[in-house]
């Protein structure tokens, strides 16, 4: 219906472009000093159509052809939306048109604008109260999309595909400075920390980084608005070469719009600030650059490593807290003396009493915590490996969620036998004969010993090292005690932020478990590691607290946050605890 519509008015174009009424815009050609003119005396776009004339006259004789096309298919004018708009030595004009049915087409005052494809216009764009509606109608649509239950990936393109649109469509129209468009990328990390979306201490750049590379995939304004520029200017260029219209316009426009089309060198405003700049600059952080820097050594694979972002089915307080915890801005004590500067007499761990209390010390380290929630975590990742053997050897029928998955202490049919946990015997003493699994294929006369960790991340080599040949010994002495042909010592190991090493794969390729279950260990570390930080720190601190940007200082709010509980598939036996 579109296309039958456009084609209808293609002819009302034709019969006014034959016309010489009209405003007369100048332009040279190459190599030839005579000025030549191009005319202009409409402009079309679906239903709305604005006339242009130099004179009363002519505007009434554009206005009468059009009235005459719009009677001959049978449509009228919508009264109620037209104005004339005169003006003579920069001052409004006062006169009407009658159409032949006796109504009027009034002029407009002074004061009032009509609106020409979604803007405010009268000699001019009303520059000012545009971008003031704009930016109303782009934080009403961003709160509406940060109220809801999306999931973290959803809620990042719905803010890029439904709230920063609303924007898109000025750029190049409406005169955006540096200063707007950084107030503008302000107002969505303010608001999504409003909403606990976003820590106010995590790295602002990991926000508009590819999702692929350890950011949340966000549209930087700036950037947008840029290539947008750009990429008008350049539709211009080349239309020069066939279009005269086009040429008049680009001559003509001298600083008139945001495109400056008359000056052809590259412009303030198409610089772009690439991924690479912005990961460089990640990098570069002392403190939220240690992350960047994991991901990026020889042992970890970065892709696997980011795969939680991208996938994002996380809820979005869950990711961005996730986020502050690789970034290491969670208010430990030692956070708090050393980089808060607060007045603290000791920054030594409040439940252990015996370390400094760093976000490694909490998720990885803390004796307090060793036997309740770190094992807990860790319990979560043996049964997910557990349960997917089990399932493989046909050693168990029903499928559970891992989080409520409790596995038996010994499984056995006529091919497989698979312990959980349990102590092995040998004839003489071996100090580690206590693997998380052992798993026995009779047929094969092969056997594998599995042992889970989830150590810090600058501790992620010497862990698989140390599991590596800590069972050496008991792999020596289940071959020759149980006849075996081979034995193979098989470490799961991941970090706490969801790193995954090389190794990883590996060790699931040995088990012949699904390439992809690594997903699923990955979401139960990080789940189990949030709720971890959580709770350590819910007494005296909480960890996600309402904050106000100023210009380069944040202000904590003294309210206390509310919560509320809520489910999350895969998650742990406990509900995961997030913030509303």
């Known amino acids: 219906?579109?296309?039958?519509?456009?084609?209808?008015?293609?002819?009302?174009?034709?019969?006014?472009?034959?016309?010489?009424?009209?405003?007369?815009?100048?332009?040279?050609?190459?190599?030839?000093?005579?000025?030549?003119?191009?005319?202009?005396?409409?402009l079309l776009y679906m239903d709305d159509i604005k006339l242009y004339a130099k004179t009363e006259e002519q505007l009434h004789q554009l206005a009468h052809l059009t009235e005459n096309f719009t009677n001959d298919i049978k449509m009228e004018f919508g009264l109620d939306k037209c104005k004339i708009n005169s003006i003579k030595a920069g001052q409004n004009y006062q006169h009407i048109y009658t159409l032949r049915t006796g109504e009027h087409i009034d002029a407009l005052n002074e004061q009032d604008t009509y609106k020409y494809l979604g803007y405010n216009q009268s000699m001019q764009i009303c520059q000012k109260d545009t971008k003031q509606k704009l930016r109303q109608l782009f934080r009403h649509r961003l709160n509406s999309i940060l109220k809801t239950q999306l999931q973290a990936r959803n809620t990042i393109k719905a803010i890029n595909s439904y709230a920063i649109p609303v924007l898109t469509y000025s750029f190049g129209i409406i005169s955006w400075t540096k200063s707007d468009l950084k107030n503008l990328q302000r107002t969505i990390n303010t608001t999504m920390t409003?909403?606990?979306?976003?820590?106010?201490?995590?790295?602002?750049?990991?926000?508009?980084?590819?999702?692929?590379?350890?950011?949340?995939?966000?549209?930087?304004?700036?950037?947008?608005?840029?290539?947008?520029?750009?990429?008008?200017?350049?539709?211009?260029?080349?239309?020069?070469?066939?279009?005269?219209?086009?040429?008049?316009?680009?001559?003509?426009?001298?600083?008139?719009?945001p495109l400056n089309l008359l000056d052809i060198t590259t412009q303030n405003n198409e610089n772009l600030t690439e991924d690479k700049t912005k990961i460089a600059e990640w990098a570069g952080k002392s403190l939220h650059g240690r992350h960047r820097h994991d991901l990026c050594q020889s042992n970890v694979d970065k892709e696997a490593s980011n795969a939680w972002l991208s996938r994002g089915d996380l809820f979005p307080e869950t990711e961005g807290f996730m986020l502050a915890i690789q970034d290491q801005v969670i208010e430990t004590k030692n956070y708090q003396k050393y980089i808060m500067k607060k007045k603290l007499t000791t920054d030594t761990c409040r439940k252990c009493n015996s370390c400094p209390e760093t976000i490694q010390h909490i998720t990885g380290a803390c004796k307090s915590i060793v036997q309740t929630d770190l094992k807990h975590r860790h319990d979560q990742i043996a049964n997910i490996i557990h349960q997917k053997l089990a399932q493989q050897q046909k050693l168990i029928?029903?499928?559970?969620?891992?989080?409520?998955?409790?596995?038996?202490?010994?499984?056995?049919?006529?091919?497989?036998?698979?312990?959980?946990?349990?102590?092995?015997?040998?004839?003489?003493?071996?100090?580690?004969?206590?693997?998380?699994?052992?798993?026995?294929?009779?047929?094969?006369?092969?056997?594998?010993?599995?042992?889970?960790?989830?150590?810090?991340t600058?501790?992620?080599?010497?862990?698989?090292?140390?599991?590596?040949?800590?069972?050496?010994?008991?792999?020596?002495?289940?071959?020759?005690?149980?006849?075996?042909?081979?034995?193979?010592?098989?470490?799961?190991?991941?970090?706490?932020?969801?790193?995954?090493?090389?190794?990883?794969?590996?060790?699931?390729?040995?088990?012949?478990?699904?390439?992809?279950?690594?997903?699923?260990?990955?979401?139960?570390?990080?789940?189990?590691?949030?709720?971890?930080?959580?709770?350590?720190?819910?007494?005296?601190?909480?960890?996600?607290?309402?904050?106000?940007?100023?210009?380069?200082?944040?202000?904590?709010?003294?309210?206390?946050?509310?919560?509320?509980?809520?489910?999350?598939?895969?998650?742990?036996?406990?509900?995961?605890?997030?913030?509303?």
Request: proline share 5%; net charge positive; hydrophobic share 30%.
């Open 397 to 456: 029928k029903d499928i559970q969620p891992y989080y409520k998955y409790s596995p038996e202490t010994v499984l056995e049919n006529s091919t497989t036998k698979l312990y959980f946990d349990r102590a092995i015997l040998t004839d003489r003493t071996v100090h580690y004969n206590r693997p998380d699994i052992t798993f026995i294929d009779k047929t094969n006369k092969i056997g594998y010993l599995i042992d889970i960790a989830i150590p810090n």
């Open 1 to 42: 219906m579109i296309a039958k519509f456009c084609h209808i008015k293609r002819p009302l174009s034709n019969i006014l472009n034959t016309t010489e009424l009209g405003y007369q815009l100048k332009y040279t050609e190459s190599g030839n000093p005579t000025d030549k003119t191009e005319n202009i005396n409409h």
């Open 194 to 257: 409003k909403f606990r979306k976003h820590h106010p201490r995590s790295c602002l750049q990991r926000l508009t980084i590819n999702r692929k590379e350890g950011g949340r995939g966000l549209i930087d304004l700036t950037n947008l608005h840029n290539k947008q520029i750009t990429n008008l200017r350049k539709y211009f260029f080349n239309k020069i070469e066939t279009s005269t219209l086009h040429k008049s316009i680009v001559q003509n426009d001298h600083k008139l719009t």
């Open 458 to 580: 600058h501790n992620l080599q010497n862990t698989i090292a140390e599991k590596l040949s800590k069972y050496t010994e008991l792999k020596d002495e289940i071959t020759r005690l149980w006849k075996l042909q081979k034995v193979t010592i098989v470490p799961i190991v991941l970090s706490t932020t969801g790193v995954i090493p090389k190794q990883l794969h590996q060790s699931i390729k040995t088990l012949n478990l699904p390439p992809n279950i690594y997903i699923l260990i990955q979401k139960a570390a990080i789940l189990n590691t949030c709720r971890i930080v959580r709770k350590f720190l819910h007494n005296d601190s909480y960890p996600f607290q309402a904050t106000t940007h100023t210009s380069s200082t944040l202000h904590t709010s003294n309210t206390q946050p509310l919560t509320r509980i809520a489910t999350q598939t895969g998650s742990s036996s406990l509900p995961d605890l997030h913030l509303a």
